[in-house]
């Protein structure tokens, strides 16, 4: 457990809320603190969600601390279960009651002999795992508690459909593009006659979760979501998965190869190749686009790209592979699965950056300076003090990334808008002859912090002034370079000499 300026992935109970109130008629009770409960604000405004988000604050408050929480918190549990009527409420613990070492599996066992419907206890250890692990273990908690109650009760069919079917897991409330990415799925296992089981978490029955061994696979789109379930479901009812994210026009077709493999190994004769060829070509605009004239302006500039794994690994294969953009770096905040995405990345990248620390990165991009960023909001903020343009890739984002249009980046429409964002993001000839014509977009101080918390130099309205006269596209450099420059010699201010002699010392 640490302080930290800014976090990448939150903590646990953020990743286990999220499943809770992606499935319908699941009700989650937090025991918390007042003040950990901003996970229902943000849900509601990111989300633009109309209904209440069905999690309540058992706070932990002085009195709990005097006379202990059981009591507390199975009435909360009880009062839920009688006003909301919810198929399951799931108790949700926090670094608090972790601290506070609590039996919150005894409250319950408790809650459930008064509860109507279920109680389940999310089994997740605060300090030692952060939101995505979180939300990948609940779900299969989750998944696994009712697969194993129906099978107590005869009441689970493990029959395949007739026709080849898909269960698509990993869907979550404060997805990244969740939503547009599970229609652009849903048509695209139509367009393959697939029919599509069932979809979890979002917007799922816990009552249903037992048809889940009737398909014929399951598809995980994203690695940080859903890996854990579709891995039980293998061992468990041998169901195979699809863990290929179908992002880009080569993984796409990957993706959709390796589910032709697999149907046809449980009895079908199908071949996608035509499908696939046509959807190329005629569907997908972004194979034609790389190759246009248009697009001869990136070849060889330099990009950073850094999210969460599933993004950062699509962007930099895309980038690298279908784009003809130099790589520089590639990186990841998921750090307990490092291994899988070097091994996705390193051919692609010159660079592999495996940090959850925002200053390491945003030092990484200020030393590389790259013509583009492609990473989160964090980076999205280090581009704007740089100058260098970013397009947003991977959570954590900004309500302006949970867009009302249809925005998808899986399948062939998503290589459409991941093209789009990326030619979008760089600064191309004429915006470049324009920014040294009119010296930016305005006429605002320039920053003057850098990127590492320790940056304390000042510049005197003398050195600001001449600094706004170099032109746009280099100023971030010269600053750049200047203030190296002025470190090295333990100079606190920049002044016009010192400006003058750090041009003389590149040589510029």
């Not at 976090?7 to 003040?35: C, D, E, Q, W």
């Not at 706070?59 to 919810?86: H, T, W």
């Not at 592999?352 to 390491?360: P, Q, R, T, Y």
């Amino acid at each position: 457990m640490k302080l930290a300026y800014w976090m990448y992935a939150g903590p646990a109970h953020i990743g286990t809320l999220r499943i809770a109130s992606s499935f319908k008629n699941v009700h989650a009770i937090m025991h918390a603190p007042l003040g950990d409960d901003y996970f229902n604000v943000m849900r509601s405004m990111l989300e633009r969600e109309r209904d209440f988000t069905p999690v309540t604050a058992s706070v932990v408050d002085r009195n709990v601390l005097a006379r202990g929480s059981q009591e507390k918190v199975v009435n909360n549990i009880v009062r839920k279960d009688g006003e909301e009527n919810p198929d399951l409420i799931v108790l949700t613990p926090t670094c608090t009651s972790s601290i506070l070492q609590e039996d919150l599996a005894n409250f319950v066992d408790r809650a459930q002999m008064d509860a109507k419907g279920d109680v389940l206890l999310a089994d997740v250890n605060h300090y030692r795992y952060n939101e995505f692990q979180a939300a990948d273990r609940t779900l299969h908690q989750i998944v696994k508690f009712y697969l194993e109650k129906a099978q107590k009760k005869n009441q689970l069919s493990t029959e395949k459909t007739e026709n080849p079917s898909v269960n698509i897991i990993g869907i979550s409330t404060l997805g990244f593009h969740n939503q547009h990415d599970c229609r652009e799925l849903k048509q695209l296992m139509k367009d393959l006659g697939i029919e599509v089981n069932e979809v979890i978490p979002d917007g799922a029955s816990v009552h249903n979760l037992k048809n889940l061994p009737k398909a014929w696979f399951n598809l995980v789109p994203y690695r940080e979501l859903g890996l854990a379930t579709a891995q039980y479901l293998q061992e468990s009812f041998n169901l195979p998965y699809v863990d290929i994210t179908p992002m880009g026009v080569v993984e796409t077709a990957r993706c959709i190869r390796k589910i032709q493999q697999i149907i046809n190994e449980q009895g079908a004769n199908v071949n996608y190749e035509e499908y696939i060829n046509e959807q190329t070509l005629y569907v997908s605009q972004a194979a034609w686009f790389s190759r246009s004239i248009d697009c001869q302006n990136l070849t060889g500039k330099k990009a950073v790209v850094f999210g969460d794994n599933t993004h950062a690994a699509a962007l930099t294969k895309i980038l690298a592979r279908e784009m003809g953009i130099h790589v520089v770096l590639a990186g990841t905040y998921c750090k307990y699965d490092a291994e899988w995405f070097k091994e996705q990345v390193s051919e692609y990248c010159d660079e592999v950056l495996i940090s959850d620390d925002n200053g390491a990165i945003g030092d990484a991009i200020a030393r590389i300076e790259p013509s583009a960023i492609f990473g989160t909001q964090m980076e999205r903020h280090v581009g704007k003090r740089l100058d260098i343009p970013c397009g947003v890739i991977a959570a954590p984002i900004h309500i302006q990334n949970f867009p009302i249009g249809y925005k998808p980046f899986c399948g062939y429409e998503g290589t459409n808008q991941i093209a789009d964002l990326i030619y979008n993001s760089f600064t191309l000839g004429m915006e470049d002859h324009l920014l040294e014509i009119f010296g930016g977009h305005d006429t605002k101080e320039v920053i003057t912090k850098g990127i590492s918390a320790d940056s304390d130099l000042n510049w005197n309205k003398e050195t600001q002034t001449e600094l706004n006269k170099v032109p746009g596209f280099v100023r971030g450099k010269v600053k750049r370079n200047t203030e190296k420059f002025a470190r090295e010699r333990g100079f606190s201010e920049i002044t016009l000499e010192v400006m003058y002699a750090a041009k003389e010392a590149v040589g510029a």
